[in-house]
């Protein structure tokens, strides 16, 4: 009932910037933290950044300084700002929202399908 749809992935150069969107939709009552994840070729996937519904981040330390998380409620929407960006950058970003669908029900945690990142000159 619920989708999360990635978009502004791409091919930057080193140093350059990408803002990522993460827009959900369906059948929303609230939505809590959301999240930035990536996996890179070879490597596990790890967490990137955070923001809760409040406001309150936070980052991965190779990140930190060149990322920012930020959101829009009134959109149901997530980005994430990277600048400086280097090749280990490169990677398969994906979303997640943990989503109330009622009241009464608990909160899901939903993804969305992934946007591929790559830093290379």
């Known amino acids: 009932q619920v989708q999360l749809v990635e978009s502004g992935g791409g091919l930057v150069q080193p140093g350059g910037s990408l803002r990522l969107s993460c827009a959900a939709s369906?059948?929303?009552?609230?939505?809590?933290?959301m999240g930035w994840y990536r996996q890179a070729p070879r490597k596990q996937r790890e967490l990137v950044a955070t923001?809760?519904?409040?406001?309150?981040?936070n980052y991965a330390d190779s990140v930190k300084g060149r990322f920012t998380i930020s959101r829009d409620n009134a959109k149901n929407t997530v980005y994430l700002q990277m600048n400086s960006l280097k090749p280990e950058d490169t990677a398969v970003y994906s979303c997640?929202?943990?989503?109330?669908?009622?009241?009464?029900?608990?909160?899901?945690?939903?993804w969305g399908q992934g946007t591929q990142v790559t830093v290379s000159s």
């Open positions: 997640n929202a943990d989503v109330e669908t009622s009241w009464r029900t608990l909160p899901v945690v939903y």
């Open positions: 369906g059948s929303i009552f609230s939505i809590n933290a």
């Open positions: 923001i809760t519904s409040g406001g309150s981040t």
